[in-house]
């Protein structure tokens, strides 16, 4: 079992920049790989990015594309979304969750653990 505990979100302007956290507690993640997803009111929750545990490698949604990247401290076993150059049309709710190695990135439903959220919302 694995927990995972979102942080960091809040109200910024538009251009602002935020870093949310993502605390992963219990089992060891080494064969997975951390997702971010962000789902806005009336809107089906979206890709925007990931990373593996093991070496790094992280990908992202055209949507953010220079200017999120993520990143992951192993030793404290957080992934961390840097988001900068916001715009308003990025206010959602970011939640991070788990994916075995080898599943898909992109599928809700190849994901194993999911955090509770956390709001970020970006004034115009």
């Known amino acids: 079992q694995v927990q995972l505990v979102e942080s960091g979100g809040g109200l910024v302007q538009d251009g602002g920049s935020l870093r949310l956290s993502c605390a992963a507690s219990g089992r060891t993640l080494s064969s997975y790989a951390m997702g971010w997803f962000r789902q806005a009111p009336g809107k089906e929750r979206e890709f925007v990015g990931g990373v593996t545990w093991s070496n790094g490698i992280s990908r992202y949604a055209d949507s953010v594309k220079g200017r999120f990247t993520i990143s992951r401290d192993n030793a404290k076993n957080t992934v961390y979304l840097q988001m900068n150059s916001l715009k308003p049309e990025d206010t959602a709710i970011y939640y991070c969750?788990?994916?075995?190695?080898?599943?898909?990135?992109?599928?809700?439903?190849?994901?194993?653990?999911w955090g509770q959220g956390t709001q970020v919302t970006v004034s115009s």
């Open positions: 969750a788990a994916l075995r190695l080898g599943r898909n990135w992109y599928r809700l439903d190849d994901y194993d653990y």
